[in-house]
């Protein structure tokens, strides 16, 4: 194995740490450390987990969130993106997404790539959906890719263990995987480990709280074992290793039932009303209207612009201009499968009770919890490094950074020559024969629309940093 990546689901860059996460906070002192590391929005698992393994914007791999209406598979259903729905989408459409991923593209030189997770069917589905037939595999608790491989790991490892929170014994059982199995008999030219925490109990108990606390540090002491095992196996003691995180995190200070609220003001008549369709994604909602109809999309935006957790917002080309919003090609996720209103919860900086920065509206969870979906600048931050034989030493970098970055990272070190028309960039300025990070260009843009009337005003900002071609979101914000 030559690249290993590690994520580490839901965590920001404050808590690595001695305290926290000695291990990773240590190693990542030996490497290079990225300081303005994004998400792409919604700052969701399952789009960002695709962005991550497909190098492209979401509007290009035709994942919009985590909970979604896919048009062009079932124009009147909002769904989860999970495996079984998934695999029920390609067996209609012939693919899930748009483009090749990092297992496909790999295949095609030869080589192979390997997920192993602990987090969502969905999230895992996503990062390798070709491979039952590109030569790597995706293992989850709940299946695995091809499926003949899950009798050969139980008869190495085991049954994979109950969850918990925190989810501690399924982290060990995706290190057993990776170091007993995956490195020493498939080799795979890069693989991946997705730690499900600290996002479980982030969700659960809150950001900063017990369960929180105990799961990055019990992570980081996963994270430990895995590279002290790889290092003594031949196949991976020279691996570069790779560490990101897909999103950050707020606190909820207050949950909307967005259906309820618009039947309250009649927008919507009841709860059957499917003239709008609503798909909750934590801090941020997708909406899609009948017939992509601009007259009622702006019927919505008026509607929504009225309440005090409404925050920045975006329209779809094929709902075309809403005056007041702003367009969603801006933000990556105009294409065949965009939402036609997409909405994020307002936020703000103030701490929640365990000093965590980020506050927020949720469509979902409880007051107090954690979330994230958002386009807050707590949640499009999360985290970004490296270590080994060709990466920099001691290197903390604040060129922008992104996790549709990864993949053309990969394919870079790799060596390897392809055409594919990433989004993202290889980061080259984290190399030992990269550029100087000072000589990196950065361009930093501004976006506002407004809307008033006698009754009320909307105005919004957003905030975006490019290098070369490719962008990235730092935040939008509802003046």
């Given at each position: ?13 404050s808590?690595i740490n001695e305290?926290l ?12 450390t990225f ?11 399952r789009?960002?987990s695709?962005?991550m393994f497909?190098?492209?914007?979401p509007?290009s791999?035709?994942i ?8 062009d ?10 495996q079984?729905?998934l695999e ?18 790999l ?7 390997v ?8 999230n895992?589905f ?8 590109n ?17 050969t ?6 049954d994979w ?6 989810n501690?014994?399924?982290l060990k059982?995706c ?6 199995y995956v490195?020493p ?21 809150g ?5 929180g606390?105990q ?7 996963c994270?430990g074992d ?8 031949e196949?991976?003691?020279?691996a ?10 707020s606190?909820?200070k207050?949950?909307?039932d ?13 709860e059957?009303?499917?003239?709008i369709?609503i ?11 009948e ?14 612009m009225?309440?005090?957790?409404c ?6 080309s094929n ?8 367009p ?18 307002q ?6 009770v365990?000093?965590?920065k ?23 931050n ?18 922008p ?11 870079h ?12 960039r ?12 000072e ?25 975006t940093?490019?290098?070369g071609n490719?962008?990235?979101i730092d ?5």
């Amino acid at each position: 194995m030559k690249i290993l990546v590690v994520s580490f689901d839901g965590l920001q860059p404050s808590q690595i740490n001695e305290d926290l996460m000695p291990n990773l906070y240590g190693y990542l002192n030996e490497g290079v450390t990225f300081t303005n590391h994004h998400a792409v929005y919604p700052s969701v698992t399952r789009i960002n987990s695709t962005s991550m393994f497909t190098g492209r914007y979401p509007g290009s791999h035709g994942i919009a969130a985590n909970s979604v209406v896919m048009r062009d598979f079932d124009p009147d259903l909002v769904f989860s993106v999970m495996q079984p729905m998934l695999e029920n989408i390609r067996k209609k459409l012939g693919d899930v997404l748009y483009v090749e991923n990092l297992g496909d593209i790999l295949n095609n030189f030869g080589e192979k790539f390997v997920a192993v997770g602990a987090g969502t069917t969905g999230n895992s589905f996503l990062q390798n959906p070709n491979a039952h037939k590109n030569g790597g595999a995706v293992v989850n608790p709940e299946f695995t890719l091809p499926y003949s491989l899950e009798k050969t790991l139980k008869s190495t490892v085991g049954d994979w263990p109950s969850e918990s929170i925190p989810n501690e014994k399924r982290l060990k059982h995706c290190v057993d995987i990776m170091t007993k199995y995956v490195i020493p008999k498939i080799n795979p030219t890069v693989g991946l480990i997705w730690f499900s925490e600290p996002d479980k109990s982030h969700h659960a108990d809150g950001v900063g709280n017990e369960f929180g606390t105990q799961a990055i540090k019990y992570a980081d002491k996963c994270f430990g074992d895995l590279i002290s095992k790889i290092r003594k196996i031949e196949n991976s003691k020279d691996a570069n290793v790779i560490i990101i995180s897909d999103h950050g995190y707020s606190t909820i200070k207050g949950v909307i039932d967005i259906k309820e609220e618009l039947i309250k003001v009649g927008l919507l008549e009841n709860e059957q009303d499917n003239k709008i369709l609503i798909a909750p994604n934590g801090g941020s909602v997708l909406f899609y209207v009948e017939n992509s109809e601009n007259k009622l999309a702006t019927k919505l935006a008026r509607t929504l612009m009225q309440f005090e957790w409404c925050g920045p917002m975006f329209y779809s080309s094929n709902t075309g201009k809403i005056e007041g919003l702003l367009p969603a090609e801006l933000i990556g996720i105009e294409g065949p499968r965009c939402p036609d209103v997409t909405m994020s919860f307002q936020w703000n900086s103030e701490k929640n009770v365990a000093g965590y920065k980020g506050m927020i509206y949720s469509a979902g969870g409880d007051k107090n919890l954690g979330t994230h979906g958002s386009i807050s600048k707590h949640e499009m931050n999360n985290v970004f490094g490296a270590f080994g034989p060709d990466f920099k030493k001691g290197l903390v970098c604040s060129t922008p950074t992104g996790n549709v970055d990864l993949t053309p990272t990969i394919i870079h070190l790799l060596g390897l020559k392809t055409d594919i028309p990433f989004d993202g960039r290889p980061i080259r300025e984290a190399l030992l024969e990269g550029v100087n990070h000072e000589n990196i260009k950065v361009n930093i843009e501004e976006f506002k629309s407004e809307y008033s009337n006698e009754i009320y005003s909307y105005k919004q900002k957003l905030v975006t940093s490019s290098v070369g071609n490719t962008h990235y979101i730092d935040y939008a914000e509802r003046n």
